[in-house]
């Protein structure tokens, strides 16, 4: 230990005569306290005796850098909202989706629908059509959907964008259960389904789009989310153990639902032209997917919607009348993109 001390006494003498070899010869006042060389060596050879000791039992602190996760977050973080813009997902399988335009070449925006799968709506379609029920069934099946439109008059009266969007909550559960049932169907019997198990899905994902669009129009309340749970989750469950009992049934009670949505959306147009319900502009969803105007009005959406349910109607009532005259749905071709 003194051999240490002894030897750090001298490396300090050393470098003192070094050190006073380029200072200046102009009288200096020093402001330091006068150099003790036995106090010098008592704190010399403690710190060297505390030093062995910590070497032993202490890690010394090293300062490392971030972890790369650390940094890319706050590098997302400081990047604003820009970031989560332009965030793009790395994917091990290679899945990407091709870049899509509009047709005046601008980004397409959607990913819950494609620009192959818009179309211009058939505004010819007869809206006065009207399947008159005959047989018991039927009768029943009208009926049926006769007593349901009575509280849905009461809890809305004229409220009709409310009442669309609760009407499309229910419209998009018939074609999603009929068409999982046919593919059942269609894989238990080792048989083609015609076509009806994809014209089924299209009208289900079609009924979605009206949702979709009306859910731009209408904020619905909590109570009327509250509303729209349980009525999907009875109607589901209704709907799957008739489908299961008597498709015709199911088929036909379909087809007057979507009667009464004709007739709901009427209505609607009709307060849209006596100024009751201000004509707002169309959602941008509405125009990408039906090919609107890009002036087009909510009376123009209305109008598209209901072409759409008179096509539905039609759709049902056929599926039906081919289950009542004794055949199945793949013995007729189906209506595969009639809207």
């Not at 977050?73 to 604003?80: F, I, Q, R, V």
């Not at 870049?99 to 005046?104: A, P, S, V, Y």
Request: with cysteine.
């Amino acid at each position: 230990m003194n051999r240490i001390a002894a030897r750090s006494v001298a490396v300090a003498l050393r470098h003192g005569r070094n050190f006073n070899r380029h200072i200046s010869t102009a009288p200096v006042v020093s402001t330091s306290p006068k150099f003790d060389a036995a106090d010098y060596l008592h704190r010399q050879s403690a710190t060297a005796f505390g030093s062995w000791r910590m070497m032993s039992t202490v890690t010394p602190s090293i300062q490392t850098p971030p972890p790369p996760a650390e940094k890319e977050k706050d590098t997302k973080e400081s990047s604003g909202s820009d970031a989560k813009k332009d965030v793009v997902v790395s994917n091990y399988w290679g899945i990407a989706r091709p870049k899509l335009t509009r047709e005046d070449g601008s980004e397409w925006p959607w990913n819950c629908f494609m620009p192959w799968e818009t179309y211009e709506a058939d505004l010819s379609i007869d809206l006065s059509k009207h399947h008159v029920p005959k047989t018991f069934l039927d009768k029943v099946a009208y009926r049926t959907v006769k007593f349901l439109r009575v509280p849905t008059d009461i809890f809305f009266q004229r409220r009709y964008g409310c009442r669309a969007m609760m009407l499309e909550t229910v419209a998009a559960v018939p074609g999603m259960v009929g068409g999982m049932l046919l593919h059942l169907r269609s894989l238990r019997k080792f048989q083609q389904s015609g076509g009806w198990i994809k014209a089924l899905l299209e009208e289900a994902e079609n009924e979605r789009m009206h949702l979709m669009t009306m859910v731009e129009l209408v904020k619905p309340a909590w109570y009327e989310r509250l509303l729209v749970l349980t009525v999907q989750g009875v109607f589901f469950n209704a709907f799957f153990g008739l489908y299961m009992i008597s498709p015709k049934v199911a088929h036909r009670v379909v087809g007057y639902l979507e009667e009464e949505a004709i007739h709901s959306y009427t209505e609607y147009l009709k307060d849209i032209d006596s100024g009751k319900i201000e004509n707002v502009p169309a959602p941008a969803i509405a125009i990408d997917y039906w090919r609107l105007p890009k002036d087009a009005k909510l009376k123009d959406v209305i109008t598209v919607i209901r072409a759409d349910e008179a096509h539905h109607r039609d759709v049902n009532h056929f599926a039906s009348d081919i289950h009542h005259q004794g055949k199945e749905l793949r013995d007729a071709p189906a209506p595969i993109g009639y809207h």
